[in-house]
């Protein structure tokens, strides 16, 4: 039997009731009656310096023991700049922002019920603790100058930014927020991003299919105005059209390349985003960059709706963990790796037939990468990681990812240590899933819900959706959810 764990209990009592009481009845309560003593003591004691310098003594031994427990200072002198009491976000009331705080903090509490329940009297339980969050909370105050400028920029109806976003789910998300902040810096109209179908997975969805446009256009209406299509006036106008933007690039650089020429046709049209906008922007632009990626882009309902369903599912007995497996067969192709013995031939040929596929460094060999930590970990490294760090053999576990080449064979390892290991087809009852069948992109969406509302999160290769979910449960009061850093 484990041991069970010392609690410490704490009585609250109304300040009503302390109030009602007198003193002497105050005193009764916290002190027990004494016979009377002979000896009382003396009012002239307060005149003896011995008397204020123990006083002294105490109060200075009470505030070091306060600071050497970390103890939350007063509000007003707080370190964290976006405390709990921090001004209202500049697109939500403060009843919306108790609203999402109170369920943030519902979420949290459930989850932690449900850790205590079924692992109290276990050490398995220190796996799933979630850390503090110190009181951290979305802060998206915009500046004065900030707003200033706004309603110049909305009511814009001179220029358009035509974009083009490319690649999988999450890449094409990031890339759409970096156009809403290229837009608001160009002072133009978004026009609904376009997606390119993707030569890897044939995907043909379109904006609204993923994301829910109208919530988009909403939530973004005091930062840049989103259009669906480019007006009668500007239909026939060429665009200025820009194929390789550098990496990387400062506000002052796009303006300057862009916007005389945009004032001059109307029109710009950026194809290939990725990582193009630099990730070192003024905090306005900053706070922006978060608005779109994690309250404007909204997942469409009917994939908001079963991947809450499936998330459901997976809670039902308890915390879970998800884990993003990157093992599909173009993964290996694209980061230059190898799988294991049984698929290294056939990998190793497809990327010579194919060698535009290959995104990773081509100077490198296998084993370099696989040292510089650039490759994926397969299922024998990633149970070994679970092992190490001390997650309980029966955890429930969500693997998010496409079929890893092999199948589930693949597998094998992973499963015979964790039995409790499921995937999307595994949760979705008969007919669930066919709305969304070969569409990559909506599939991915389902993975990144269930993913998100996980309590423990792990990528076995760092990419956008690792990069996203990270970011937002640090935003989310810090401690929503636990994610685990890979640095291999």
């Known amino acids: 039997m484990s041991k069970l764990k010392k609690q410490l209990s704490y009585i609250s009592v109304p300040s009503q009731i302390i109030n009602s009481l007198s003193s002497s009845s105050l005193q009764s309560l916290l002190v027990s009656p004494k016979k009377p003593s002979k000896s009382s003591f003396s009012r002239n004691s307060y ?54 705080k109170d369920e943030i903090l519902k ?8 850790v205590s329940k079924g692992f109290e009297d276990s050490e398995e339980s220190e796996f799933w603790k979630q850390p503090d969050g ?11 100058e900030y707003r200033k400028y706004s309603n110049a920029i909305v009511k814009d109806r001179r220029k358009y930014l035509l974009v083009v976003v490319s690649g999988g789910m999450n890449q094409q998300r990031n890339q759409i927020v970096d156009a809403v902040v290229i837009a608001r810096i160009l002072g133009a109209a978004l026009v609904v991003p376009i997606l390119q179908v993707n030569v890897i997975w044939g995907d043909e969805s379109e904006f609204s299919d993923i994301f829910d446009l109208e919530h988009f256009k909403s939530v973004l209406a005091n930062d840049v105005r989103i259009v669906s299509s480019l007006p009668s006036t500007h239909l026939m106008t060429r665009p200025v059209e820009e194929k ?4 990387h690039v400062s506000p002052q650089w796009i303006r300057a390349r862009y916007l005389r020429r945009l004032n001059r046709e109307g029109v710009l049209l950026l194809r290939g985003l990725d990582s193009r906008l630099s990730k070192d922007l003024p905090s306005d632009l900053q706070k922006l960059r978060c608005k779109v ?49 049984e698929y290294d031939e056939m990998i190793s040929n497809e990327r010579k037939q194919r060698p535009e596929l290959l995104t990773a460094r ?33 955890a429930r576990i969500y693997w998010a990812g496409g079929e890893p080449l092999g199948g589930k064979e693949a597998l094998l390892p992973l499963i015979t240590e964790f039995p409790h290991l499921y995937n999307k087809e595994d949760l ?45 449960s640090l935003l989310l009061l810090g401690y929503y959810q636990f994610y685990l850093a890979i640095v291999l």
């Open 107 to 114: 979420g949290f509490n459930e989850s932690q019920a449900l």
């Open 244 to 247: 390789r933007t550098p990496l």
């Open 293 to 341: 990626a994690f309250h404007a882009l909204r997942f469409a309902p009917p994939i908001l709706q079963l991947g809450n369903k499936l998330a459901e599912r997976m809670r039902n007995k308890g915390p879970y963990l998800s884990l993003h497996l990157r093992m599909e067969k173009d993964v290996w192709v694209r980061t230059g790796c190898l799988p294991g013995p």
């Open 362 to 394: 081509s100077n490198m060999t296998y084993h370099e990468r696989k040292l510089a930590g650039l490759c994926p970990l397969n299922a024998v490294e990633v149970t070994r990681l679970l092992k190490a760090l001390g997650a309980p053999k029966i």
């Open 47 to 100: 005149k003896n310096p011995r008397f204020w310098f123990l006083t002294l003594f105490l109060v200075g031994l009470f505030g070091m023991l306060k600071l050497g427990f970390n103890l939350d200072p007063p509000i007003p002198f707080s370190p964290y700049p976006c405390f709990t009491t921090s001004p209202r976000d500049s697109f939500a009331s403060n009843e919306q922002q108790n609203g999402q």
């Open 134 to 144: 110190m009181g951290y909370r979305p802060c998206l105050h915009f500046s004065r």
């Open 428 to 472: 979705a009852l008969p007919g669930e899933l066919e709305p969304f069948a070969n569409k990559a992109s909506l599939m991915a969406a389902i993975d990144y819900i269930v993913s998100e509302n996980s309590d423990v999160f792990m990528p076995s290769h760092g990419g956008n959706m690792g990069h996203a979910i990270q970011v937002k």
